[in-house]
């Protein structure tokens, strides 16, 4: 255990969002952020409709030390007062990633610093407890354009899969569809928007995986039915007008919000039977943005007895304090890795279950 006050470095390059932040650790394992740089890719994959690894990969390496420095000098900072360089090492895009590791390595192999990395998963799952102190055990949702999954986090190293998408992440789901209506990316936002003024009831979407037992979703079947619902539309009328773009999302967003509020009322149960001492449900990724799909978990949340609880939203998408903040906590455990660190593309938190067959990560943001 460290008893002494220290310094992490985080860097995360697993997807289109290059970070990199700095985090002050007391010697009570409390965490501050000191700083937190995001420089995000939305602008370089907009002509393309989704994330294009290759053109990410170069990005990031092009950007990665200008987002050390920036997060070491923001603090009043220097190189050496980091103690601890912690980097995403998976799962992610393979060649995102190892701007990271390849970044993080040399920092620790000139500084003489440890070098320790984190998996991105974890990163996200641990966050409450970096910003709300939440106690071990909680359920943990995390909703992101490249992961779904229903997570018991029992302790820093500790996590238990309750159930996830069989298919696509819903984030990936609303990217898609904001695609198939001709809005524009990332899908989420627009679709959310457009959904306020829509109708839910004027299309009936599928509730793909209601009928099966257990907390896993799919979500690329509901695709599929509003690709017809457009097309059919479309080979009707000549093309869509506004209402029918709003009517199509709002029947979406509540087919998924249907799926995940069922879907979590089961994992919830499920995490009480194994986790009686748990009380908070903690949702992460960019799909946490939604306020509907909050609204609806935090009904769920309450029927429960559970607190509801989400990370303010630089944190609940991806950046690098969250990266730091596991790597600090793996330090204090005294896990640090070396040199042979490598980059994994495929990295679940949960070794002892069987691989999801899609697993959320089949879009563009895996
Ligand atoms: O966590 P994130 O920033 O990146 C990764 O996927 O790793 O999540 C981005 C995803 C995108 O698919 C985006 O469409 C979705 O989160 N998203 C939303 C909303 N805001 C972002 N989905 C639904 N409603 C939103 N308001
Ligand atoms: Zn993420």
Known sequence: MIDKEFHVLGLESSCDDTAAAVLRFETSGRAHILSSVVMGQNALHAAYGGVVPEIAARAHSER???CVEQAVKLPGLQLKDVDVIAA???????????SAV??????????GKPLIGVNHLAGHALTPRLTDDIAFPYLMLLVSGGHCQFLAVKGPNDFSRIGGTIDDAPGEAFDTVARLLGLPQPGGPSVEQWAKTGDPNRFKFPRP???????????????????????ALVDAQGGLYDIDIADICSGFQTAVGDVMAEKLSRAIKEFLAVSPMGQTVAIAGGVAANDYLRGRLAAICSNHHMSFTA?????????????????GTLYQLGQVDD???????RWPLDVAQPALLGGGKKGAKA
């Open 209 to 231: 995986l209601l009928d099966r037992s257990g907390c896993d979703m799919s979500f690329s079947g509901l695709k599929t039915a509003l690709l017809r619902t457009r097309d």
């Open 102 to 111: 390849m970044c993080a390595k040399g920092l620790a192999k000139g500084l």
């Open 339 to 345: 040199q042979r660190l490598s980059a994994r593309p």
């Open 64 to 66: 990665i030390d200008l």
């Open 311 to 327: 990370p303010p939203l630089a944190l609940c998408t991806d950046n690098a304090a969250m990266i730091a903040y596991a790597g």
């Open 88 to 98: 995403t090492s998976g799962p992610g895009l393979i060649g995102g990633v190892l």
